[in-house]
């Protein structure tokens, strides 16, 4: 018993930066965004939590730091697709590798290595006193961070789904021409979305940061990359999508704990991004993306 639930926190603390993710890619391409950037915003938050918490002893300060820095990679994004129009699949390959070097080259000027920063503190927890056999439980309830995640898959879910903004964003993405129409302006509505998904993708860098203690070169793992997988199969919908991210947290949980001489390590650590290619195969057909994802829009075109 002790030992399943010890396996169902871990599930769950792994699968927090997939889900934070996940939403973040719902909500830029709902508005018509494709965003594989993700992945440069997990290192990006990662990075600027460690930054802030080491520049202000505060941990707290290095989650809001964390956000910051994701919006900021975001933003850049979005300047160059939704403004300049760029290729979106360049865009974000061209951001991941920059948040790559970037974060290498600030980790050997700031902290005279390329590989890792100084350890940090994390977020205090609270203390919740559960029976004998459920301390993991427990450990990941009395976390804020965590409560904070949840939070955010929630408010994420609600304002895609049940609010006037998120009614704009989704047909910014669907039917940009109405929107257009309407007096509404798509070009901002998708700006919108993808600095939302510098927010999640940023707080999800965050948790890494916290829960590892210390950045690490590439820190991320194609942890962004699985997280867009999981939207797809939670068909761009914040909560279906976080709870896709369920079945990739449990596949990394199982690489982590099984131990096995007959295996090669390596294989091992291939279950995630098997388990990815395998889900993706099966569900690609049946998940319809947003109508206008990927095209960027030119008002004097749709005339």
């Not at 100084?118 to 927890?125: E, M, Q, V």
């Not at 998708?190 to 600095?195: C, E, I, T, Y």
């Not at 993306?289 to 990927?294: R, S, T």
Request: proline share 5%; glycine share 14%; with cysteine.
């Amino acid at each position: 018993m002790e030992t399943a639930f010890a396996f169902i926190a871990q599930v769950l603390r792994i699968s927090v930066p997939y889900g934070l993710g996940a939403v973040g890619g719902a909500f830029s391409e709902r508005g018509g965004v494709v965003n594989i950037a993700l992945e440069g915003i997990f290192i990006c938050g990662a990075f600027g939590a460690v930054w802030g918490t080491l520049a202000t002893g505060n941990p707290w300060a290095g989650v809001f730091t964390g956000v910051l820095s994701g919006m900021l990679l975001a933003a850049l994004h979005a300047l160059v697709t939704v403004r300049g129009k760029a290729d979106q699949i360049l865009s974000g390959l061209a951001l991941n590798l920059l948040a790559v070097g970037a974060t290498r080259s600030l980790l050997k000027v700031m902290y005279g290595s390329a590989s890792n920063s100084p350890r940090i503190d994390g977020l205090p927890g609270l203390p919740i006193s559960l029976p004998a056999g459920f301390e993991a439980i427990g450990e990941l309830l009395g976390s804020p961070f965590f409560l904070l995640a949840i939070a955010a898959v929630i408010a994420g879910q609600v304002l895609l789904f049940g609010t006037g903004f998120g009614l704009a964003l989704r047909a910014a993405g669907d039917g940009p021409r109405a929107l257009d129409g309407a007096g509404y302006s798509v070009g901002n509505f998708r700006v919108l979305g993808v600095l939302l998904s510098g927010f999640y993708g940023g707080l999800a860098g965050a948790w890494l940061a916290m829960e590892q203690h210390n950045f690490t070169d590439g820190m991320s793992s194609g942890r962004g990359y699985i997280a867009l997988a999981a939207m797809i199969v939670g068909k761009w919908r914040p909560a279906a999508a976080a709870a896709a991210c369920l079945l990739f947290g449990a596949a990394e949980t199982l690489q982590i704990r099984i131990h096995s001489d007959k295996l090669p390590s390596q294989f091992l650590q291939m279950i995630p991004y098997l388990v990815t290619l395998i889900v993706l195969a099966g569900w690609i057909g049946r998940a319809q993306p947003p109508k206008a994802l990927g095209d960027p829009y030119d008002r004097e075109a749709a005339e």
